[in-house]
């Protein structure tokens, strides 16, 4: 079991950056691959960004590539993302996710936070 918190939301304007932050309590976190997923309003929710294991591999979605950077301690059970550039479409809930598998399907991940908001006011 794994028990995933964020924080780090909040209201930002356009062009300004957020850091959220996700702690992880419970089994092995470095056994984990670690993504972020986001579910803006009236719309499913997306892939944005995962990590694995050992941090040495990354991968990212079109929209977020190259302004946002994802990265993890393992030392302290943490996972982060840096939002850089923000603009209105990054308005969304912020999840943390922990799954077994390098991947980014939603269905692979096993553990979820309880979401943090980001609104980017244009």
């Known amino acids: 079991q794994v028990q995933l918190v964020e924080s780090g939301g909040g209201l930002v304007q356009a062009g300004g950056s957020l850091r959220l932050s996700c702690a992880a309590s419970?089994?092995?976190?470095?056994?984990?691959?670690m993504a972020w997923f986001r579910q803006a309003p009236g719309k499913k929710r997306e892939f944005a960004a995962t990590?694995?294991?050992?941090?040495?591999?990354?991968y990212y979605a079109d929209s977020v590539k190259g302004r946002f950077t994802i990265s993890r301690d393992n030392a302290k059970n943490m996972v982060y993302l840096q939002m850089n550039n923000l603009n209105a479409e990054d308005t969304a809930v912020y999840y943390c996710?922990?799954?077994?598998?390098?991947?980014?399907?939603?269905?692979?991940?096993?553990?979820w936070g309880q979401g943090t908001q980001v609104t980017v006011s244009s």
């Open positions: 419970g089994r092995s976190f470095s056994s984990y691959s």
């Open positions: 990590i694995n294991q050992s941090g040495g591999s990354t």
């Open positions: 996710a922990a799954s077994l598998t390098y991947n980014v399907r939603s269905q692979r991940y096993s553990y």
